[in-house]
C-alpha cells in the first residue's frame, strides 16, 4: 500500500527535485521558502539537467496539519532539522513516516529528540545532485538513493523507483551514512573553499589533500565500528569526474548561507577527538569553512 500523500520538508534543491518527480504519480506537497513557494504555485517547478520539464506539486509555507498516512521527507539543511521537526511536534502521531533524506551524521537522533517517539522515522542517503539558484528552477542530477531497512522502507522505495528515482534498501544503513559521509568531508568543504564544481576537485594537485582526508576519516569510522573499504579514497577519485554540479555546501557559501560543515568534517573531527585519533586536515577544513561563513559570501562571487 503507497502512502496517500507525500510532504517535503525543507524543499530546496534536492527536496524540490524529488518531489517534482514523484509528483509524476503523487499527491505531493513542497514546503519551502517564499518566494519559492509562490513561484512554484504560479509556473510550476521547473526541472532541467538530467531531467527536462515543469512539473505542479502543490506548494505551502507551513504544514498545519498530518494527515494519516503520511510520508514526510526531510531536505532541511541539517542543522535545521531540529527546529523545522519541533515547530510540527504536537501534529506527530503514529500513522506517519518520516524519511530524513540529508547528509551528516546523527540526523535520525536530532529528529527523534525533536518529534518524540510516535512517528516512524528512516534515514535515507542519496548521491543524487541538485542545484538551486533561482525560485521554481532546479537543476537535477540523477543518482541512488539508499533507504534503511525498517518498517514501510519498501513502500517508499517502489514510490520512488515508479517515478524514477533509483532507489535500494539497505541492511546496513550506518556504513552506507559514513561512506556518503567521506564523500561530502572530501568535495564540500574542498569545493567551498574553492568555489569551484565538484568536478574541478579531481585535479592531481589536491590529491593528497583529498587522500588525507579521507585516511583520517577511515580512521575514526573504524573507530566506530564502521569498515568501509580501504580504497575509498580511489573510488571517490573515480567517480569526481561525473559531478558537473557545484556541492550543498559550495552553494551555501555562493549565497551566503550556513553550510553544514559541523555534521561533516566536524563530525569525523568531534568523534576523532572522542577516540584520541587526531584529525588536523578535517579540523583545518572546519576552520576554513567558518572562516567564509563569518565573511558571507564575498569568497564566492559566481552568482
Ligand atoms: O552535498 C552534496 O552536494 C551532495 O551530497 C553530493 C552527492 C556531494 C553532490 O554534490
Not at 25 to 50: A, I, M
Not at 82 to 109: D, P, V, Y
Not at 116 to 122: E, M, S, Y
Not at 179 to 186: A, D, I
Amino acid at each position: 500500500m503507497a502512502f496517500d500523500r507525500i510532504f517535503v520538508l525543507g524543499a530546496g534543491a534536492i527536496g524540490s527535485a524529488f518531489g517534482a518527480l514523484l509528483s509524476r504519480k503523487f499527491d505531493v506537497t513542497l514546503f519551502g521558502n517564499k518566494q519559492h513557494v509562490e513561484t512554484v504555485k504560479l509556473h510550476g517547478l521547473e526541472l532541467s539537467g538530467d531531467v527536462d520539464g515543469v512539473f505542479y506539486p502543490e506548494a505551502e509555507l507551513e504544514i498545519n496539519s498530518l494527515p494519516p498516512n503520511t510520508l514526510l521527507i526531510v531536505t532541511t539543511k541539517v542543522h535545521r532539522t531540529f527546529a523545522a521537526l519541533n515547530s510540527i511536534k504536537h501534529l506527530m502521531h503514529n500513522e506517519l513516516t518520516i524519511l530524513l533524506l540529508q547528509n551528516g551524521l546523527g540526523n535520525k537522533e536530532i529528529a527523534r529528540k525533536a518529534v518524540g517517539d510516535k512517528p516512524n522515522i528512516l534515514r535515507g542517503i542519496t548521491s543524487a545532485a541538485a542545484e538551486f539558484f533561482q525560485p521554481g528552477k532546479v537543476r537535477f542530477w540523477f543518482g541512488k538513493t539508499l533507504i534503511e531497512n525498517g518498517f514501510r522502507s519498501n513502500e517508499i522505495a517502489e514510490m520512488f523507483n515508479s517515478c524514477g528515482l533509483k532507489t535500494e534498501i539497505s541492511k546496513d544503513i550506518k556504513t552506507e551514512i559514513w561512506r556518503k559521509l567521506v564523500v561530502n568531508c572530501v568535495i564540500n568543504p574542498l569545493t567551498a573553499i574553492f568555489c569551484v564544481k565538484n568536478f574541478e576537485i579531481a585535479s592531481d594537485e589536491l590529491k593528497s589533500v583529498r587522500h588525507a582526508i579521507v585516511d583520517e576519516c577511515l580512521k575514526v569510522a573504524e573507530a566506530e565500528g564502521v569498515h568501509l573499504s580501504k580504497d575509498l579514497a580511489e573510488m571517490i577519485d573515480s567517480v569526481l569526474g561525473n559531478y558537473t554540479n557545484y556541492s550543498s555546501m559550495c552553494q551555501d557559501v555562493m549565497k551566503g548561507k550556513p553550510t553544514e560543515i559541523d555534521f561533516i568534517n566536524g563530525k569525523v573531527v568531534e568523534l576523532g577527538r572522542k577516540h584520541g585519533i587526531p584529525t588536523p586536515i578535517n579540523q583545518v577544513l572546519v576552520n576554513f569553512i567558518k572562516f567564509i561563513e563569518s565573511h558571507g559570501h564575498e569568497f564566492c562571487r559566481k552568482n
